[in-house]
Nanobody, 125 residues
């Protein structure tokens, strides 16, 4: 059973930065495509960013493109989300997720097999 644990969330002022981490255990991290999703209060879960097994391909939601960067370190079983120029609309619980199938679907949350418990990011204006 794969377990994912996020960390790095917190309270930050608009324009600030945070770096989220997600550590995987119980499986072969390098075999999984990884994604970050978020869910604001009263909103549906939405795609943020995704990265392939090797890290060679990344995808981003238009709302975060140019501000957020997803990366991974397979030696550390960890995926990161560097978030810069944060805005109040980025406030949400952020989840990492692992997709074990060969096909890389990036933004379709229904294709992900394992999820972390989430970490809260709050951006004040």
């Amino acid at each position: 059973q794969v377990q994912l644990v996020e960390s790095g969330g917190g309270l930050v002022q608009a324009g600030g930065s945070l770096r989220l981490s997600c550590v995987a255990s119980g499986g072969t991290f390098s075999a999984y495509h990884m994604g970050w999703f978020r869910q604001g209060a009263g909103k549906e879960r939405e795609f943020v960013a995704a990265i392939t097994r090797s890290g060679g391909i990344t995808n981003y939601a238009n709302s975060v493109k140019g501000r957020f960067t997803i990366s991974r370190d397979n030696a550390k079983d960890t995926v990161y989300l560097q978030m810069n120029s944060l805005q109040p609309e980025d406030t949400a619980v952020y989840y990492c997720a692992a997709e074990i199938s060969f096909r890389y679907t990036a933004s379709d949350y229904s294709k992900y097999d394992y999820w972390g418990q989430g970490t809260q990011v709050t951006v004040s204006s």
